[in-house]
């Protein structure tokens, strides 16, 4: 009779797994670009790139995001067993009290970093870092309200950047706004290639109450306000080269609908998740041209 290996308390190679580095360099580079190209130079009138408090706001950031993709994998172990049983780690590669650990610890340094960058900023991690454990605990299981908040948090990534220069901010809203509805469509993708993992454990997600074609109703709903709150901003904000690059996307755009009009399989779902990202760093390459 075979004994059970017992899983390892940490592992480099489960860390690196379970705070995925590609989604934390997008959030990263985002940032980036958008003090970069969007805000430019300080109120001092010092360039943005050499200002420390930039990449310290980046750092917390991304430690805050880290934190909250290991506490999400913590609560939803059992859901990712049956969703995608190869990439579960919690179990495997690390032990949950680790991952708890590890999650506490990020938080009060993600934070921490923020408070050293402006009293402001550290009041917004410290929501943004409670939000992503309440997603996690139970808000993730709920239909439609789960998808809301790590859409808001997603534009807030965006957002806080003219939060703390506390200019241009208006455009900077606008990708933010274009943040908020990209990853709101994927979270809802997301959710339909999750339904039978989320059904299984007796989530209320929106697939599961209203439908599958329900839901990709819904998904259009939310397409036709993007556009419209994209237009509002641009319009508001009346630089030529924004409606050029913004019209070129939005031929992208209509592809990646019908991509979901004509889906009906989990695979279809899991490629478009993966265009959805796609989409989001086309439009982040876009400030370059502002």
Known sequence: M?????????TVKGFLKIIRPNNLLMVAFAQWMTAIFLIG???????VW???????????????????????????????????????????????RMVMILHTIMNFVGIAIGVLVHPRIGAITFVAAFLLWLYSNSLKRLPFIGNLTVASLTGLSIWIVGIYYQTSELLVLTYAIFAFFINLIREIIKDIEDRQGDRKHGCKTLPIVIGFRNTKKVIFLIAICF??????????????????????????FLFFMYKIYIADRKAHFTRLSALSKVLMLTGVVSMVFL
């Open 50 to 96: 050499q200002d420390p408090k930039l990449y310290l706001l980046i750092i917390s950031t991304v430690i805050l995001t880290a934190s909250g993709y290991m506490i999400n994998d913590y609560y939803d172990v059992k859901i990712d067993y049956v969703n995608r049983p190869k990439k579960v780690v919690i179990g495997r590669e690390m032990k949950r």
């Open 227 to 252: 556009v419209c709150a994209i237009l509002v901003v641009t319009f508001k904000i009346n630089d030529s080269l924004l409606f050029y690059y913004f019209g070129a996307l939005g031929f992208f």
């Open 41 to 47: 130079e300080t109120r001092m009138g010092l360039p």
């Open 2 to 10: 075979h004994k059970v290996k017992p899983s390892p308390i940490f």
